[in-house]
């Protein structure tokens, strides 16, 4: 499948194909049976899908809206990443819709340790949950740093 996507697959993640020819670079995104292609270079875009079209039986869901639970928002100067479904179905999933926003996400001087403290009732929701904020930290990077030191816990 490789020869049919871009010359360079990414080291850091296998699932990413890149292709920069005269500075315009162009990206194939492969997730299971479904490929994400963007880029600034309109041209290698149209032979990517020409080439894979030729080879496999492909169909064009036209400009990408949602994907991998992440809304596409684009407008003439820029692109708009968003997970607002994908929070508003964690808060719903963890019976936390109707939770007041916080300033900060951990209260400050909080003190976590694995040999002292109650057990949850429940770990496995506090782990789905802190799993699911890991996946949410792509587009909100200032929570980070308290879901990263929640996932120590579990």
Do not use: W
Not at 25 to 36: G, S
Not at 99 to 108: G, T
């Amino acid at each position: 499948m490789t020869k049919f996507l871009i010359s360079k697959q990414s080291r850091s993640d296998y699932s990413l194909f890149t292709k920069m020819v005269n500075g315009l670079h162009t990206f194939v995104f492969v997730y299971m049976d479904d490929l994400f292609i963007t880029g600034d270079n309109q041209i290698s875009i149209a032979a990517i899908k020409s080439d894979l079209h030729s080879t496999f039986t492909i169909k064009e869901l036209g400009l990408a809206r949602y994907f991998l639970g992440i809304e596409i928002a684009k407008s003439p100067h820029s692109t708009f990443l968003n997970q607002r479904k994908y929070i508003l179905y964690i808060l719903h999933d963890a019976r936390l819709i109707i939770a007041k926003p916080a300033s900060f996400p951990l209260p400050k001087g909080l003190y976590l340790s694995s040999d002292s403290g109650a057990l949850l009732s429940n770990p496995s929701l506090c782990m789905r949950l802190v799993g699911r904020l890991l996946y949410f930290t792509l587009t909100k990077p200032n929570i980070s740093h308290s879901v990263q030191h929640l996932s120590q816990y579990l």
